[in-house]
Nanobody
Framework: HVQLVESGGGSVQAGGSLRLSCVAS??????????MAWSRQAPGKEREEVAY???????RYPDSVKGRFAISRDNPKNTLNLQMDSLKSEDTAMYYC?????????????WGQGTQVTVS
């Protein structure tokens, strides 16, 4: 049974920082085979992927967060992180961790329950 559990959300003033974490269970030694991502969704808006990392450590960000967000993974700990700096009010959203095997096409297979980030 695969579970992704996010933590680290909260309220912060504009210009501040937060660090989100996502612990994966049930993937076992296969965690390194998974491509991982952080996505967010604000009320009334579509879901947006804000950071991606593959099994080789290659990362990808949209322009909206490039230079401010940094995704990383700790494979021995089955953990995915997102360091968010210089936060803006428009970063306010529910943030989700997602995972899929890197060689499988299509959408992410597993999703966490989300952690709320509020920037005022």
């Amino acid at each position: 049974h695969v579970q992704l559990v996010e933590s680290g959300g909260g309220s912060v003033q504009a210009g501040g920082s937060l660090r989100l974490s996502c612990v994966a269970s049930g993937l076992g030694s296969m965690f390194i085979d998974y491509c991982m991502a952080w996505s967010r969704q604000a009320p009334g808006k579509e879901r947006e992927e804000v950071a991606y990392i593959n099994s080789a450590g290659t990362t990808r960000y949209p322009d909206s967060v490039k230079g401010r967000f940094a995704i990383s993974r700790d494979n021995p700990k089955n953990t995915l992180n997102l360091q968010m700096d210089s936060l803006k009010s428009e970063d306010t959203a529910m943030y989700y961790c997602a995972a899929k095997l890197c060689w499988v096409s299509g959408d992410y297979r597993y999703w966490g329950q989300g952690t709320q980030v509020t920037v005022s």
